[in-house]
Nanobody, 114 residues
Framework: QGQLVESGGGLVQAGGSLRLSCAAS????????IGWFRQAPGTERELVATINSGGSPTYAVSVKGRFTISRDNAKTTVYLHMNSLKPEDTAVYYCNAPNRQYAWGRGTQVTVSS
């Protein structure tokens, strides 16, 4: 079925920025909607952004105006540009189809210090 590999996380101060990458292999990636999820300790994994095959995005209210999702179909890669980061954005970030149909990757840790 292929793999999803997330990268780009790290430790950043509040107000800072990061760019996450999701590299896909072995999928019909180019044809599908893809999303970024995040999970903080003790919470459910939540969907924060999606992008469809045509490049149209959607965002959760909590990140709208601060995060931007984009995709490079030629590279089968999806990005999440995160600006104005807040401590409450601290979580492990994952990519997957919005219906979670693919196997989960290991995620990438984002930690925002106050």
């Amino acid at each position: 079925q292929g793999q999803l590999v997330e990268s780009g996380g790290g430790l950043v101060q509040a107000g800072g920025s990061l760019r996450l990458s999701c590299a896909a292999s072995g999928h019909t990636f180019r044809l599908n909607n893809i999303g970024w999820f995040r999970q903080a300790p003790g919470t459910e994994r939540e969907l924060v952004a999606t992008i469809n095959s045509g490049g149209s995005p959607t965002y959760a209210v909590s990140v709208k105006g601060r995060f931007t999702i984009s995709r490079d179909n030629a590279k089968t890669t999806v990005y999440l540009h995160m600006n104005s980061l807040k401590p409450e954005d601290t979580a492990v970030y994952y990519c997957n189809a919005p219906n979670r149909q693919y196997a989960w990757g290991r995620g990438t840790q984002v930690t925002v210090s106050s």
